[in-house]
């Protein structure tokens, strides 16, 4: 994991056929962790890290612990369990503190902070569950890597990445590669100093790949092309190691049997032409001739001696993997059958095999596995067994026949299972329950109780990867779990088909996979037995509903939910019935605190506990469908909150009462109190980004009250804690706001413009066009303010609108959201060149919008924009 001669670091992936590409990763990050674990000495003492390593441990963990949040980094944590053991922050962090107090590591400030935030989840309450909005999960997870890996390389050490062979990467791994590649070249230029002459913290990414397993307009090679039109310090080198000619090959046959050139023409004739130059291939050609006795060393001529005739006309033409697999048939018999074994996991360890009971397979697996290394067929990595090349591992494979593969699988899986610990340990579920997975037809080889225990372990091995943010292996798993469940798995296996059903559904959310979400929320709601049992799938449909834009309906389903638990809302507010409830909140909320909401008894009603995690999902969607029911629902909140206690959804409606006053009420004073309370609360929360990510754009009071400067501070946090829990839609809303405070702050205009680029290069590429184009109108102001366009930098897929198209869009898809910012900015460059009759002609406009906006939240900044500019 180190260089020490040059003080870089450097990490290790490599990609396997038969490996998830995402496991592949982490485990090489899990890996590079574990580098950093203190080590039990003799007499028990823990030994201190060398000054070297201890340095590096102190720059990423410093940065670590302060990037993420305590949910946050439990995920990671779940992720990269040697990551735990660094930082086992719940049950044993006093144990954690004595180790390294034992060791002469103190534990920091951050660390501390930390342990403080992750305890908070022992006290929280979940009421049921909720997925984020679709996509978010693997959002979220690119993220935590993202920000671990810009941790990483904030140290001011050099990074070397490794990626073998990347024909077995997928799309998301090649795309968080990208990342690395994007943030180690922000880092890179953050950290170069004017008496550096190279920067510190680079990163140099080493990959490999076959590029005929490759499709030349495949995600690899589109990544690879993105690297090298960036505009940032990313510098590509492709080096191609391709067949080898002939020229090439009489060389090296030359140079091998110290033999002129001349000698070696004909026998580099006939390996070109039965290999077709390819390396490994002409290695196992010409030891397979050297074991037929065609070529062999002459004691006599004192060179080696062949006859051409021979090989050209007995030798046939195979192929490696062929030539292979001959090769691994000539071993003993108990070698062959342990690499059968290994060939079946991929790579394995050695507590695997301890785990397995080698009696039933070979009776010294460990012995003949060191005679594997010996012949280079295995190499080992500290306690890891893996091939030395996958195509040894595809030609072992291959000695197996179909139904002996069935017959393998399932007896490795139900050995593992024997193990008593495999109910709690999950990582032994996974390895047991991948074994039945990879068998052709596992329904029909298991009885009907193994069929039952390998469902169950299915789920324990899904909910373990869904902990992991790993959701395309949770969703395998999942769905194998499914399809060993009983033919009448709703009768016999009630309470695991339900369980099965829901988590692959909130797994389908989290991805963005949603091919088969509503034919199986279907079936879960037609077999629930209780409205409880089908609640989660209710609340589960109204979110689908949200993602197929399906507003009104999805707003009617959680109304009927909250109907369920008490709480009635009318269909059809009128504006008087809304400032009556206004009214009553402000009354309720004037001599409101920070210290009075804590005092707050602790909710315990789970029902009341529903209703409000049911509220805060609908105001979320009522802006689109009935946004007058938001200020009804937000007093709701409030109401419930002083008459059942506090509980974690309280924050939330603090921040929406805010919003709903400034909106609908004349004290503005009271909304920005209570918004800054809402802020208050939201820091050292165990669901600290969370929040924040979605209750930034709620903070309207705030950006009226305080200053510019501080407001565009706040939302740069909302912009990062949204992408931490992989919260797109609101990461990109704030990235707006951000632009918008930053605007008004007066800040120098042309690094306002080059955040703005910055924001549309992340708005394209997650399809967020609405919000990009109110981003355009800002950017035009900008530039329009400085008269430079600086388009070099703007990514050329971006297609850029002037003001004026902009304004043809909006009312083109009747936007009143992009026509407010169209107008608003034109007006500022207006403003400043003193063009006051074109201002005039700008207001009409408005006017026109004003009459026709139904949103009383949008009436409302447009009235205070209004006044603004009537003053001028």
């Known amino acids: 994991s180190f260089c020490e001669a040059s003080d870089w670091f450097v990490l290790v992936c490599k990609f396997d056929r038969h490996i998830m590409p995402l496991?592949?990763?982490?485990?090489?990050?899990?890996?590079?962790?574990?580098?950093?674990?203190?080590?039990?000495?003799?007499?028990?003492?823990?030994?201190?890290?060398?000054?070297?390593?201890?340095?590096?441990?102190?720059?990423?963990?410093?940065?670590?612990?302060?990037?993420?949040?305590?949910?946050?980094?439990?995920?990671?944590?779940?992720?990269?369990?040697?990551?735990?053991?660094?930082?086992?922050?719940?049950?044993?962090?006093?144990?954690?503190?004595?180790?390294?107090?034992?060791?002469?590591?103190?534990?920091?400030?951050?660390?501390?902070?930390?342990?403080?935030?992750?305890?908070?989840?022992?006290?929280?309450?979940?009421?049921?569950?909720?997925?984020?909005?679709?996509?978010?999960?693997?959002?979220?997870?690119?993220?935590?890597?993202?920000?671990?890996?810009?941790?990483?390389?904030?140290?001011?050490?050099?990074?070397?990445?490794?990626?073998?062979?990347?024909?077995?990467?997928?799309?998301?791994?090649?795309?968080?590669?990208?990342?690395?590649?994007?943030?180690?070249?922000?880092?890179?230029?953050?950290?170069?100093?004017?008496?550096?002459?190279?920067?510190?913290?680079?990163?140099?990414?080493?990959?490999?790949?076959?590029?005929?397993?490759?499709?030349?307009d495949g995600f690899l090679v589109e990544q690879i092309k993105c690297m090298e039109q960036s505009k940032r310090?990313?510098?590509?080198?492709?080096?191609?190691?391709?067949?080898l000619r002939y020229h090439e090959i009489n060389r090296m046959l030359s140079f091998k049997f110290c033999l002129p050139m001349r000698h070696t023409v004909e026998l580099s004739r006939l390996v070109h032409h039965k290999t077709r130059g390819s390396p490994i291939h002409i290695v196992e050609f010409l030891r397979s001739i050297i074991e037929r006795n065609m070529m062999s060393y002459s004691v006599k001529f004192r060179r080696w001696v062949w006859d051409d005739t021979s090989i050209d006309i007995h030798m046939i033409s195979e192929g490696v993997v062929e030539l292979l697999a001959r090769k691994l048939q000539q071993f003993p018999l108990n070698v062959i059958e342990t690499l059968k074994v290994v060939s079946c996991f991929g790579q394995i360890s050695e507590s695997t095999i301890e785990l397995l009971d080698v009696g039933q397979f070979v009776p010294d697996m460990q012995e003949t596995l060191e005679l594997a290394i010996k012949e280079g067929i295995i190499e080992k990595a500290g306690h890891i067994f893996a091939f030395s090349h996958d195509m040894l591992q595809e030609s072992t494979y291959n000695l197996i026949s179909a139904e002996e593969r069935k017959r393998l699988?399932?007896?490795?899986?139900?050995?593992?299972?024997?193990?008593?610990?495999?109910?709690?340990?999950?990582?032994?579920?996974?390895?047991?329950?991948?074994?039945?997975?990879?068998?052709?037809?596992?329904?029909?080889?298991?009885?009907?109780?193994?069929?039952?225990?390998?469902?169950?372990?299915?789920?324990?091995?899904?909910?373990?990867?869904?902990?992991?943010?790993?959701?395309?292996?949770?969703?395998?798993?999942?769905?194998?779990?499914?399809?060993?469940?009983?033919?009448?798995?709703?009768?016999?296996?009630?309470?695991?088909?339900?369980?099965?059903?829901?988590?692959s559904v909130v797994v389908s959310f989290m991805d963005g996979n949603l091919e088969t979400v509503s034919s199986r929320l279907d079936v879960i709601l037609s077999n629930a037995k209780s409205f409880d049992d089908s609640l989660n799938s209710r609340v589960l449909r109204s979110k689908f509903?949200?993602?197929?834009?399906?507003?009104?309906?999805?707003?009617?389903?959680?109304?009927?939910?909250?109907?369920?638990?008490?709480?009635?809302?009318?269909?059809?507010?009128?504006?008087?019935?809304?400032?009556?409830?206004?009214?009553?909140?402000?009354?309720?909320?004037?001599?409101?605190?920070?210290?009075?909401?804590?005092?707050?008894?602790?909710?315990?009603?789970?029902?009341?506990?529903n209703a409000m995690k049911l509220m805060g999902l609908l105001i979320a969607q009522c802006n689109y469908s009935s946004p007058?029911?938001?200020?009804?629902?937000?007093?709701?909140?409030?109401?419930?909150?002083?008459?059942?206690?506090?509980?974690?959804?309280?924050?939330?409606?603090?921040?929406?009462?805010?919003h709903a006053l400034f909106q609908y009420s004349d004290d503005v004073l009271l909304a920005a109190r209570i918004c800054r309370i809402a802020e208050?609360?939201?820091?050292?929360?165990?669901?600290?980004?969370?929040?924040?990510?979605?209750?930034?754009?709620?903070?309207?009071a705030k950006f009226l009250i305080e200053p510019f400067q501080i407001s565009a501070d706040y939302c740069l946090s909302g912009y990062?804690?949204?992408?931490?829990?992989?919260?797109?839609?609101?990461?990109?809303?704030?990235?707006?706001?951000?632009?918008?405070?930053?605007?008004?702050?007066?800040?120098?205009?042309?690094?306002?413009?080059q955040y703005m680029i910055k924001f549309f290069e992340q708005m394209a590429k997650h399809k967020r066009i609405n919000i990009l184009y109110s981003l355009m109108s800002y950017f035009d102001a900008v530039t329009a303010l400085i008269g430079n366009k600086d388009s070099r930098s703007i990514d050329a897929s971006i297609e850029m609108k002037t003001n004026k198209e902009l304004y043809q869009t909006a009312v083109q898809i009747q936007s009143t959201y992009l026509l407010h910012h169209v107008i608003i900015n034109q007006m500022k460059v207006f403003c400043y060149l003193r063009e006051y009759t074109r201002i005039a002609d700008l207001v009409e406009k408005y006017k026109r919008m004003h009459a026709c906006t139904k949103n009383a939240g949008t009436k409302r900044l447009l009235d205070f924009y209004f006044v603004f500019f009537e003053g001028i």
Request: hydrophobic share 40%; proline share 4%.
């Open 23 to 216: 496991s592949a990763l982490v485990h090489s990050f899990n890996a590079y962790f574990g580098k950093f674990l203190l080590v039990q000495g003799p007499a028990g003492r823990y030994l201190p890290r060398n000054p070297s390593v201890q340095e590096r441990f102190n720059h990423f963990s410093r940065s670590m612990v302060t990037s993420f949040d305590g949910k946050s980094f439990c995920q990671l944590c779940e992720l990269l369990p040697n990551l735990k053991k660094l930082f086992p922050l719940l049950a044993d962090s006093q144990k954690y503190k004595k180790q390294n107090n034992a060791a002469g590591n103190t534990t920091t400030d951050y660390e501390d902070c930390m342990i403080a935030s992750i305890a908070q989840s022992d006290n929280t309450r979940a009421s049921f569950s909720s997925p984020g909005a679709v996509g978010s999960g693997n959002h979220r997870l690119s993220h935590l890597l993202h920000v671990m890996f810009q941790a990483i390389c904030s140290g001011g050490h050099p990074v070397v990445f490794v990626a073998e062979d990347l024909h077995w990467s997928d799309p998301f791994t090649v795309d968080v590669l990208g990342d690395f590649v994007q943030t180690a070249a922000l880092c890179a230029s953050n950290n170069l100093s004017a008496e550096q002459e190279e920067p510190k913290g680079s990163l140099l990414l080493v990959g490999s790949y076959r590029d005929n397993e490759v499709s030349a």
């Open 233 to 243: 310090n990313v510098n590509v080198t492709r080096l191609c190691v391709g067949e």
């Open 409 to 503: 699988h399932k007896k490795i899986g139900t050995s593992l299972v024997q193990d008593k610990r495999v109910a709690t340990n999950p990582e032994l579920s996974i390895l047991a329950v991948d074994q039945i997975n990879m068998c052709q037809d596992p329904v029909n080889i298991l009885n009907p109780m193994e069929r039952a225990l390998f469902a169950r372990l299915n789920l324990t091995a899904g909910k373990h990867s869904i902990a992991a943010s790993s959701y395309e292996q949770a969703r395998g798993y999942l769905e194998a779990g499914i399809s060993l469940l009983h033919a009448q798995a709703w009768t016999r296996q009630y309470s695991l088909c339900l369980e099965l059903h829901e988590i």
């Open 545 to 609: 509903l949200v993602s197929q834009a399906q507003y009104a309906e999805s707003t009617n389903e959680l109304l009927g939910i909250l109907s369920h638990f008490g709480e009635e809302f009318p269909k059809d507010a009128c504006l008087a019935h809304v400032k009556s409830e206004i009214k009553a909140t402000q009354l309720m909320l004037k001599d409101v605190t920070k210290e009075s909401i804590l005092d707050l008894p602790t909710m315990t009603d789970v029902r009341k506990m």
């Open 628 to 658: 007058i029911l938001v200020p009804l629902l937000c007093c709701r909140l409030m109401k419930l909150t002083y008459e059942f206690g506090f509980c974690e959804d309280t924050i939330s409606g603090l921040a929406f009462v805010s």
């Open 680 to 700: 208050s609360l939201i820091s050292g929360n165990i669901c600290e980004h969370s929040l924040r990510a979605k209750l930034t754009q709620m903070s309207t």
């Open 720 to 753: 990062n804690s949204a992408k931490i829990v992989g919260d797109v839609d609101n990461a990109m809303m704030c990235g707006l706001l951000y632009c918008t405070s930053y605007f008004f702050s007066i800040p120098h205009l042309k690094g306002l413009q």
